[in-house]
């Protein structure tokens, strides 16, 4: 993988708000390491107002998958948009997305990096294992390491929200916040889980 890239896509076309908030670290980290470079993120409709207000977004593209850039036609349009605008590195971010590989690749991006769910690896120049049972934040930053950019999971509401009421912002952070402590809780419940599955085991192997 070459040093530096000048147009980047980071495409997460599953999330919601309080996905776009665990997504916030990993974009960060990119600008930092490359911040001359163009960041584009490829979002579905609902978030797009949201990531327009993102400081570390240059564009926000959206993909209606499930409207109208649905089924195949809606595939291949895309791709050519996304080929026009000559992207030379694309991050796959949805956890578990073919599409989105399969889509970086019909749109000629010539380094494409993201984890090895559902086995896209083989869609992509790099890729790693994939790791359900980590924390989002850290789950989008082992992807940004693919491409040379560090992160720290710091998270971080970004500004005011063009068109919406103060209480509709915070009604928001709420919202996200809630979320990142069901993920915390859940986490917390299969480390236990973890915990107990080894526990028994070294118990059962003492005892017979």
Known sequence: MRGGFERILAMQTGGWIG?????TPALRALKRRY????????????????????????????YD???????????IEMAARLRKRRFDLALILHPNSVRSALLALAAGVPERVGSNAS?????????????????????????????GAEGEGRLEFWARLKGYSQDRIEAL?????DYIERLKEREM????????????????????
């Open 19 to 23: 996905d776009m908030v665990l997504l």
């Open 35 to 62: 911040p001359r470079s163009h960041l584009a993120l490829l979002v579905n409709p609902l978030v797009e107002r949201l990531m327009m207000r993102n400081p570390y977004v240059d564009e926000v593209i959206v």
């Open 65 to 75: 998958k499930r409207g109208k850039d649905r089924g195949l036609k809606g595939f």
């Open 119 to 147: 086995m896209r690896g083989l869609l992509l120049t790099r890729s790693i294992p994939d790791e359900k049972w980590i924390h989002e934040v850290e789950r989008y930053l082992r992807v940004t390491r693919l491409a």
């Open 173 to 177: 952070k709420l919202r996200a916040r």
């Open 189 to 208: 419940r299969q480390e236990l889980r973890a915990k107990y599955r080894s526990i028994s085991t070294a118990v059962r192997a003492y005892v017979y």
